[in-house]
């Protein structure tokens, strides 16, 4: 099986980074294929709202020039997908809006791409303002018809510099529960039948 993991954060060696590493180790060991894919700090545009995408229904955004599409086609080959970002103003980064807006606007007019993944979001953060994080990133997750693993808090972490976060063992402790909460449901999801995808609205 494997997990993609999406750092929305410019500052690349960051915070960010060292949650979603700390997710993805228990996957690692317990054999999964880790993907890792930085997006924060790249040139990726919001969505242009063109509706191409549903004329083209090629599984890609027509706008190719950014880091968009090569983002999107690890996460059309992954079972599992950790969207990772800081809190800026109380909300995910420009980048990690954008890729959001582009996915789940591209999923759905090719026939609910992401339907059935399991979907995990996590979130750097200094103060405060990281449970709306959490929430904007769970917003595609829920209207992509992806299931959700819980953990044993909010999967935030804190801390301001770069590496701080390493300090907070609360916070590492819980990413360490989703990566096996992630295992456990994509296990789960291996043997059981197809999702009964539905349709959101007619393409
Ligand atoms: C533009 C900007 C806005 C921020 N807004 C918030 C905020 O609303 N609340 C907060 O607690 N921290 C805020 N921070 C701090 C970051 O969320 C925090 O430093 C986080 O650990 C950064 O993660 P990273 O190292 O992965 O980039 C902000 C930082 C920046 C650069």
Redesign the pocket.
Known sequence: MKVVAI?G???KD????LLLEAALKPLAEAGWETRYVQI?GKNIHGCRACFKCWETQDKRCVFGKDAFNEAFAQVLEADAVIL?S?????DVTAEMKAFMDRAGFVAMANGCLLAGKIGAAVV???????THVFDTMNHLFQISQMVLPGSTYWNM?Y????G??AGDAEALNNMEQLGQAIDWLGKAIKNAPPYPVRKSREG
């Open positions: 750092n954060s410019p500052r960051g915070n960010t980074r924060g990772g800081p809190t800026y103003f109380a750097a953060v200094r103060r405060g303002g990281a972490g801390g301001l510099e770069p701080k976060v």
